[in-house]
């Protein structure tokens, strides 16, 4: 091989990614998080309820339009690749996925959603990690449901500025406050106790 047929550092981990997601035994995902190959357990109960919750309002909320909410589909954007608990796109056509069938186009994604595992490097992840490869990506809008922060809180981040890797709108609440999309196909949408359930130090 040529030092010009050699594959780029990114390609070479976009490799390495595309083996591990075909490698995983089940329960486990792989995602491409700021250079590193990132490989952590599907979600708890507790987890997988607020996502559904999630989804399925949104749904409602934007029915019979054309954007609508996922579950389990990989967000792609260059080569890079994340697995947010919640998408909604922009619509719901076959541009909205790669070529290779593989995930969602980053360009077509409106709105993330990240519900905060236990452990730090998931915390660490979802927290500092996403919230820059979002940023970096244009989503217009990534909302953090945590568990593991005062007791459980809402954040909702827009404004994204690519450059900087931030977003530059942040609204925050504690679990019971309701916290409002502020854009996009599900702007006015509200996150509130029906969905995250009471904070942690409320439930017995």
Same mark, same amino acid.
């Given at each position: 091989?040529?030092?010009?047929?050699?594959?780029?550092?990114?390609?070479?981990?976009?490799?390495?990614?595309?083996?591990?997601?075909?490698?995983?035994?089940?329960?486990?995902?792989?995602?491409?998080?700021?250079?590193?190959?990132?490989?952590?357990?599907?979600?708890?109960?507790?987890?997988?309820?607020?996502?559904?919750?999630?989804?399925?309002?949104?749904?409602? #909320?934007? =029915? /019979?339009?054309?954007?609508?909410? &996922?579950?389990?589909? %990989?967000?792609?954007? $260059?080569?890079?690749?994340?697995?947010?608990?919640?998408?909604?796109?922009?619509?719901?056509?076959?541009?909205?996925?790669?070529?290779?069938?593989?995930?969602?186009?980053?360009?077509?994604?409106?709105?993330v959603v990240e519900v905060v595992s236990p452990g730090s490097d998931s915390i660490t992840r979802d927290r500092t990690r996403k919230r820059r490869a979002y #940023?970096? =990506? /244009?989503?217009?809008?990534?909302? &953090?449901?945590?568990? %593991?922060?005062?007791? $459980?809180?809402?954040?909702?981040?827009?404004?994204?500025?690519?450059?900087?890797?931030?977003?530059?709108?942040?609204?925050r609440a504690v679990y019971g406050a309701a916290v409002t999309i502020p854009e996009g196909p599900a702007k006015g949408f509200v996150i509130g106790e029906d969905?995250?359930?009471?904070?942690?130090?409320?439930?017995?």
């Amino acid at each position: 091989m040529t030092r010009r047929d050699r594959p780029t550092p990114d390609h070479a981990l976009w490799l390495a990614w595309r083996g591990a997601v075909s490698a995983l035994p089940e329960g486990f995902r792989a995602e491409i998080v700021e250079g590193c190959v990132e490989v952590s357990p599907t979600s708890r109960l507790r987890h997988t309820g607020i996502a559904n919750r999630l989804r399925k309002a949104l749904d409602s #909320a934007m =029915a /019979g339009s054309r954007p609508h909410a &996922l579950q389990c589909v %990989y967000v792609i954007h $260059g080569r890079r690749a994340w697995h947010p608990d919640v998408v909604v796109t922009s619509g719901d056509g076959p541009e909205q996925g790669t070529e290779d069938g593989i995930g969602i186009r980053a360009e077509a994604v409106r709105l993330v959603v990240e519900v905060v595992s236990p452990g730090s490097d998931s915390i660490t992840r979802d927290r500092t990690r996403k919230r820059r490869a979002y #940023a970096r =990506a /244009g989503i217009p809008v990534y909302v &953090l449901i945590d568990d %593991y922060d005062d007791g $459980g809180t809402v954040t909702v981040l827009s404004g994204p500025d690519r450059e900087r890797a931030i977003y530059g709108d942040e609204v925050r609440a504690v679990y019971g406050a309701a916290v409002t999309i502020p854009e996009g196909p599900a702007k006015g949408f509200v996150i509130g106790e029906d969905i995250t359930g009471p904070g942690r130090s409320r439930r017995g």
